[in-house]
T-cell receptor
Framework: DTGVSQNPRHKITKRGQNVTFRCDPISEHNRLYWYRQTLGQGPEFLTYFQNEAQLEKSRLLSDRFSAERPKGSFSTLEIQRTEQGDSAMYLC??????????????FGPGTRLTVL | GENVEQHPSTLSVQEGDSAVIKCTYSDSASNYFPWYKQELGKRPQLIIDIRSNVGEKKDQRIAVTLNKTAKHFSLHITETQPEDSAVYFCAASIRRGKLIFGQGTELSVKP
């Protein structure tokens, strides 16, 4: 499968714990996006990277959230001191810039986080 | 701020009928409008998209129309089939950046 992959698929944690999710984009896609989706809602933008540079971060994103893409390939999203309100599906998407690429964003299967 | 409104939130049609979902966006700089289909427990999948320099695009039973002046765009599905049942999301973006999604439409196609 050469699509976007995410790990783990499910994560259950206790309030106050830290969690980290990983996203592997489609090979050679230079843009990588993180979204959060709660039940019955559309995905909500969190942050995105072009190569290793973080270009935008949602103003709604608490400072407990941090994302990295150190080598411009895979990305990690860390949530510190988790709260019950962090329970959601965390989706990753990737796209390639034009000049032969497409601006279509392809989504991964998501990581479902449950905070007890 | 950036916002996309989507209507209706639920839509039930008989198999073979047409379905129309409408979205309105707030930022006039938006220039890319994709539609995603999401089945229960699965990832959003792109079904069609349109760019601001085009007024209409069609792919088999699916079409999208864009009215830049009114900042409206719509998804049209003809000859609906039970496998079209899913949640559909519209979205808008500026200069190939983040997607701003609508709230979703749960489409039910009854055999």
């Amino acid at each position: 499968d050469t699509g976007v992959s995410q790990n783990p698929r499910h994560k259950i944690t206790k309030r106050g714990q830290n969690v980290t999710f990983r996203c592997d984009p489609i090979s050679e896609h230079n843009r990588l996006y993180w979204y959060r989706q709660t039940l019955g809602q559309g995905p909500e933008f969190l942050t995105y990277f072009q190569n290793e540079a973080q270009l935008e971060k949602s103003r709604l994103l608490s400072d407990r959230f941090s994302a990295e893409r150190p080598k411009g390939s895979f990305s990690t999203l860390e949530i510190q001191r988790t709260e019950q309100g962090d329970s959601a599906m965390y989706l990753c998407a990737s796209s390639s810039l034009p000049e032969g690429g497409s601006d279509t964003q392809y989504f991964g299967p998501g990581t479902r986080l449950t905070v007890l | 701020g950036e916002n996309v409104e989507q209507h209706p939130s639920t839509l039930s049609v008989q198999e073979g009928d047409s379905a129309v979902i409408k979205c309105t966006y707030s930022d006039s700089a938006s220039n890319y409008f994709p539609w995603y289909k999401q089945e229960l427990g699965k990832r959003p999948q792109l079904i069609i998209d349109i760019r601001s320099n085009v007024g209409e695009k069609k792919d088999q039973r699916i079409a999208v129309t864009l009215n830049k002046t009114a900042k409206h765009f719509s998804l049209h599905i003809t000859e609906t089939q039970p496998e079209d049942s899913a949640v559909y999301f519209c979205a808008a973006s500026i200069r190939r950046g983040k997607l701003i999604f609508g709230q979703g439409t749960e489409l039910s196609v009854k055999p």
